[in-house]
């Protein structure tokens, strides 16, 4: 089923782009980076260090993924393959599980990122991410977005930022935009962005099952993240309702439903998200356990399958057979106003271009 509706979103995609002309100088958003297939992998680096979130983890080269077959692309013969990351799953692993976390090369300022998910690891024990973090100064300065995020069997994202002291959001949750629309569809949990004696930051959680076994089922969907002065917000789209101006490489988010979430900073300061969210370097990741998954595990739905969180993925590998990211397209867009932004980062080293083994034991919707 999922393979069914890709494909025709892919149809659709060449049917608007052939009948659609463009006027580019009417666009608020030029495209400026497109890390689909190949490029995602030139465009990213395998970080391989301890983990920095401290999970029960244990991130792997380019190499050691490549041979392990924890990167490389979802086969499937009839349309382009999106890229597969996952962990390793046939070993017991006292030690923390083998996985991946892809980081970028280029960082951002104001952008508007649009990530084309076709499948995303989830279940017990499991803390996948898509997130934003800020480059050049000790964590959280330089600030954090988590677009997609979440623990065990959960069916809804958690969308998040972290920054340093003195930031907090509006509750925008069932406010009105205008006389028209809503603000956002997602409801707040938290309004404190400031890293302090809790690190949740400022929350929401989204308002559909677009996270794990629902979201999957589905074909995945479309997460767009648009950073600018006013505010941060994240739009998710189920595959059967993607805005046609983002299927045909011209997105203005104007003309879209309202975000899931709308971080706006509570205060008169219009230059407070610029000083909090810079450089911002786009990661792919697969965690396991961690202080959030380990801390509710005995009362989550997963309890009963071990005592613990890590005794859990240590011990049962095939149960992270399917635990895997299947990015479809992701396209870095900056606005055409003046502004702060301008995409940053080292240049692509072309040595760094590596050819992936296609993995055959991995297909959509069968
Ligand atoms: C594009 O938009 C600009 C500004 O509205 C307009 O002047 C121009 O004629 C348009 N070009 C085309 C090819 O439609
Ligand atoms: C509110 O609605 C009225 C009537 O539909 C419309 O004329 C007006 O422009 C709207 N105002 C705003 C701020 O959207
Ligand atoms: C935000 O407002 C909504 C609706 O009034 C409410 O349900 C929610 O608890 C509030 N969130 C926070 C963090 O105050
Ligand atoms: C991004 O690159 C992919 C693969 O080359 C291509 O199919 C797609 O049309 C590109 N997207 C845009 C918006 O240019
Ligand atoms: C923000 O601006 C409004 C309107 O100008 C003013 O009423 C309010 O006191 C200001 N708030 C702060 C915290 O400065
Ligand atoms: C969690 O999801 C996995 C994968 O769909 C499923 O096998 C498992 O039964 C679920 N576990 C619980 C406790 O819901
Ligand atoms: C969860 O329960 C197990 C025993 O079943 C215990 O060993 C462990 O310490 C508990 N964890 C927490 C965080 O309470
Ligand atoms: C951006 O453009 C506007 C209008 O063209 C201009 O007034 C403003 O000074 C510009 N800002 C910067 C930072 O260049
Ligand atoms: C982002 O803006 C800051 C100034 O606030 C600038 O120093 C930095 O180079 C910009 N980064 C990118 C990637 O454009």
Same mark, same amino acid.
Request: charged residues 15%.
């Given at each position: 089923?999922?393979?069914?509706?890709?494909?025709?979103?892919?149809?659709?995609?060449?049917?608007?782009?052939?009948?659609?002309?463009?006027?580019?100088?009417?666009?608020?958003?030029?495209? #400026? $980076? @497109?890390? =689909?297939?190949?490029?995602?992998?030139?465009?990213?680096?395998?970080?391989? %260090?301890?983990?920095? &979130?401290?999970?029960?983890?244990?991130?792997?080269?380019?190499?050691?993924?490549?041979?392990?077959?924890?990167?490389?692309?979802?086969?499937?013969?009839?349309?382009?393959?999106?890229?597969?990351?996952?962990?390793?799953?046939?070993?017991?692993?006292?030690?923390?599980?083998?996985?991946?976390?892809?980081?970028?090369?280029?960082?951002?300022?104001?952008?508007?990122?649009?990530?084309?998910?076709?499948?995303?690891?989830?279940?017990?024990?499991?803390?996948?991410?898509?997130w934003l973090l800020g480059q050049g100064a000790p964590w959280p300065t330089?600030?954090?977005?988590?677009?997609?995020?979440?623990?065990?069997?959960e069916s809804m994202s958690t969308f998040a930022l972290h920054t340093d002291?003195?930031?907090? #959001? $509006? @509750?925008? =949750?069932?406010?009105?935009?205008?006389?028209?629309?809503?603000?956002?569809? %997602?409801?707040?949990? &938290?309004?404190?962005?400031?890293?302090?004696?809790?690190?949740?930051?400022?929350a929401a959680k989204a308002s559909w099952n677009n996270y794990g076994q629902?979201?999957?089922?589905?074909?995945?969907?479309?997460?767009?993240?648009?950073?600018?002065?006013?505010?941060?917000?994240?739009?998710?789209?189920?595959?059967?309702?993607?805005?046609?101006?983002?299927?045909?490489?011209?997105?203005?988010?104007?003309?879209?439903?309202?975000?899931?979430?709308?971080?706006?900073?509570?205060?008169?300061?219009?230059?407070?998200?610029?000083?909090?969210?810079?450089?911002?370097?786009?990661?792919?990741?697969?965690?396991?356990?961690?202080?959030?998954?380990?801390?509710?595990?005995?009362?989550?739905?997963?309890?009963?399958?071990?005592?613990?969180?890590?005794?859990?993925?240590?011990?049962?590998?095939?149960?992270?057979?399917?635990?895997?990211?299947?990015?479809?397209?992701?396209?870095?867009?900056?606005?055409?106003?003046?502004?702060?932004?301008?995409?940053?980062?080292?240049?692509?080293?072309?040595?760094?271009?590596?050819?992936?083994?296609?993995?055959?034991?991995?297909?959509?919707?069968?």
């Open positions: 089923m999922a393979f069914k509706l890709y494909y025709t979103t892919l149809v659709v995609l060449i049917l608007l782009v052939a009948t659609h002309a463009q006027n580019q100088t009417n666009l608020p958003y030029t495209l #400026v $980076k @497109n890390y =689909t297939g190949q490029a995602f992998f030139d465009g990213f680096d395998f970080f391989s %260090g301890p983990d920095p &979130s401290a999970s029960f983890v244990k991130y792997v080269d380019l190499d050691t993924a490549n041979n392990a077959g924890m990167a490389g692309y979802v086969s499937n013969s009839e349309l382009a393959d999106p890229v597969y990351l996952g962990p390793e799953f046939s070993s017991i692993t006292p030690d923390g599980r083998p996985s991946v976390r892809l980081q970028g090369k280029d960082f951002f300022n104001h952008s508007l990122m649009i990530a084309d998910i076709v499948h995303m690891p989830y279940g017990c024990g499991v803390w996948p991410a898509f330089a600030g954090e977005i988590d677009i997609i995020e979440g623990i065990n069997n002291a003195g930031v907090t #959001v $509006k @509750n925008l =949750t069932n406010m009105q935009h205008g006389n028209q629309s809503m603000e956002m569809e %997602g409801t707040f949990t &938290s309004l404190d962005c400031s890293v302090g004696s809790s690190n949740t930051g400022c629902e979201f999957n089922a589905n074909g995945g969907g479309v997460v767009v993240t648009e950073v600018s002065s006013k505010a941060i917000q994240i739009w998710s789209f189920s595959r059967d309702n993607i805005p046609g101006d983002i299927l045909d490489g011209t997105p203005n988010p104007h003309h879209w439903s309202p975000p899931e979430v709308k971080f706006v900073y509570n205060g008169n300061d219009t230059d407070i998200l610029d000083q909090h969210f810079k450089n911002l370097q786009p990661i792919f990741n697969i965690a396991f356990c961690g202080a959030w998954a380990n801390s509710v595990w005995n009362t989550s739905e997963c309890a009963s399958l071990a005592p613990t969180c890590e005794s859990y993925v240590a011990n049962n590998p095939t149960a992270f057979v399917d635990t895997f990211w299947a990015i479809g397209e992701l396209q870095v867009y900056e606005p055409n106003s003046n502004s702060t932004s301008g995409y940053g980062g080292p240049e692509l080293d072309s040595e760094s271009a590596i050819t992936l083994v296609p993995l055959a034991a991995h297909h959509l919707g069968s």
